[in-house]
T-cell receptor, first 120, second 111 residues
Framework: GAVVSQHPSWVICKSGTSVKIECRSL??????MFWYRQFPKQSLMLMAT?????????EQGVEKDKFLINHASLTLSTLTVTSAHPEDSSFYIC????????????????FGPGTRLTVT | EDKVVQSPLSLVVHEGDTVTLNCSYE??????LLWYKQEKKAPTFLFML????IEKKSGRLSSILDKKELFSILNITATQTGDSAIYLC???????????FGEGTQLTVNP
């Protein structure tokens, strides 16, 4: 399966600043990557689908001007949280869809290790 | 809107017990149901189920899908403290790769 890394693994920033999170697919070319957010004791909520070479697709209720996504290459997607506020503090996880079981009809998602953002 | 519901939300058992986690789904153009285990960090893949009635097994974990009743169960036998985690199920549509996750079941296995 695909190996996915995220950087940084954790970050603390002051309210009003911007934070960039990188998601890299280390051994797999990904035209699509997904960004999730997970608040404590809650499930993963899909924020947006990152598309290489085109604009990201945002889920309802996610502000595209606040959460900037850039899919610069087939191995890198970045999420920038602009003008961060304490309510943006969360666990941000990216994932890369890949192939499981060796068939074109079955595939899962490979998750990065996540980035814990704390906004003070 | 797609929806995945898990139950129970929280479960505490003793080592050696057997547990059954439930997942029901309403996913437009449903394709697969996936189970993940999440400990401290990101989820790790357990199973992907596409066909009804075919049990998938990995060690003490097994899972099965019922596409008629729109649910799946994850069984863990002879639980160990290392099984303590959040177990997430997710539904996948036919088109694209996006997943809709349930709320998760927080399993705690006490010694």
């Amino acid at each position: 399966g695909a190996v996915v890394s995220q950087h940084p693994s954790w970050v603390i920033c002051k309210s009003g600043t911007s934070v960039k999170i990188e998601c890299r697919s280390l051994d797999f070319q990904a035209t699509t990557m997904f960004w999730y957010r997970q608040f404590p004791k809650q499930s993963l909520m899909l924020m947006a689908t990152s598309n290489e070479g085109s604009k990201a697709t945002y889920e309802q209720g996610v502000e595209k001007d606040k959460f900037l996504i850039n899919h610069a290459s087939l191995t890198l997607s970045t999420l920038t949280v602009t003008s961060a506020h304490p309510e943006d503090s969360s666990f941000y996880i990216c994932s890369v869809p890949g192939l499981a079981g060796g068939t074109s009809l079955s595939y899962e998602q490979y998750f990065g290790p996540g980035t814990r953002l704390t906004v003070t | 809107e797609d929806k995945v519901v898990q139950s129970p939300l929280s479960l505490v058992v003793h080592e050696g017990d057997t547990v059954t986690l439930n997942c029901s789904y309403e996913v437009t153009n449903f394709r697969s149901l996936l189970w993940y285990k999440q400990e401290k960090k990101a989820p790790t893949f357990l199973f992907m189920l596409t066909s009804s009635g075919i049990e998938k097994k990995s060690g003490r974990l097994s899972s099965i899908l019922d596409k008629k009743e729109l649910f799946s169960i994850l069984n863990i036998t002879a639980t160990q403290t290392g099984d303590s985690a959040i177990y997430l199920c997710a539904g996948k549509e036919t088109s694209g790769s996006r997943l809709t996750f349930g709320e998760g079941t927080q399993l705690t296995v006490n010694p």
